[in-house]
């Protein structure tokens, strides 16, 4: 492994990551990254699990999907207990799925005849019942090494923090957004009903409690229809 090589690659990396314009482009940056950038990765991808549902995020390749849908569907498997289990161990390293049929004797088999030969994950994130994780997928048995698994460990952790950035960033860019949609429904409310802003804002938010919807949606509707009715 050229370490030296590896380092600058990670510092191009890095800097990638945080151009990206969205969360989305964020999660596909990092699954390439990973087929960049990490010996003897063929394809990568995110699987996130949710009450025991997993959905696959940027994959790289069929063989992604194909492995998260089959795990999810025998509720076993390296990337399945990994993303559920906040517990677990944040990597794991499976060298050769041929040695893993008795600890996981339905899903190890089937791996292989879709093509798995070894795989490397991550945990990446963990927010309230959803964790998500980096996987990494190789057709070769063996072909992860310690040093694999150390570059796969460096370009998660970058991949964690540019993650968290990312969502960071959207969510201010909505709570902004709410924040103006909310503002123009006050002001045709204002206009159409004579109230002040309080009476306003009280309006979206009695609408909102008795109706059960968001208030940013009840803002959307008025400005969209120009009153509740």
């Known amino acids: 492994m050229d370490w030296e090589r590896f380092a600058q690659q990670m510092a191009s990396m890095a800097r990638d990551l945080l151009a990206q314009d969205s969360v989305d482009a964020t999660l596909a ?29 940027t994959p ?7 492995n998260d849908q089959l ?25 050769d799925l041929t ?23 991550f945990l990446l994130f963990t927010e309230d019942q959803d964790h998500g994780a980096l996987n990494l997928y190789s057709r070769k048995p063996g072909a992860f090494t310690e040093a694999s698994e150390m570059a796969d460990w460096l ?24 924040r103006h949609v909310i503002g123009e429904a006050m002001g045709i409310l204002m206009g159409a009903r004579h109230l002040t802003e309080h009476e306003a804002f009280g309006v979206l938010r009695r609408y909102s409690q008795e109706n059960n919807i968001k208030l940013r949606e009840v803002a959307r509707r008025i400005c969209a229809e120009g009153s509740l009715s």
């Open 155 to 178: 370009l998660a952790s970058h991949a964690a923090v540019a993650f968290s950035s990312a969502r960071t960033h959207a969510q201010m860019e909505h709570a902004l957004a709410t």
């Open 60 to 66: 790289t390749h069929q063989l992604v999907i194909d």
């Open 99 to 121: 040695n893993e049929h008795q600890r996981w004797p339905a899903y190890a088999p089937q791996a292989q005849a879709l093509g798995v030969g070894s795989m490397m994950g």
């Open 71 to 95: 795990q999810q569907r025998l509720g076993e498997g390296p990337c399945f207990d990994a993303a559920r289990s906040s517990q677990g161990e944040r990597v794991f390293r499976i060298a």
């Open 29 to 57: 940056r990092i699954a390439a990254s990973a087929t960049e950038l990490v010996e003897g990765c063929d394809a990568a991808g995110i699987l996130v699990v949710h009450d025991s549902k997993v959905e696959t995020l």
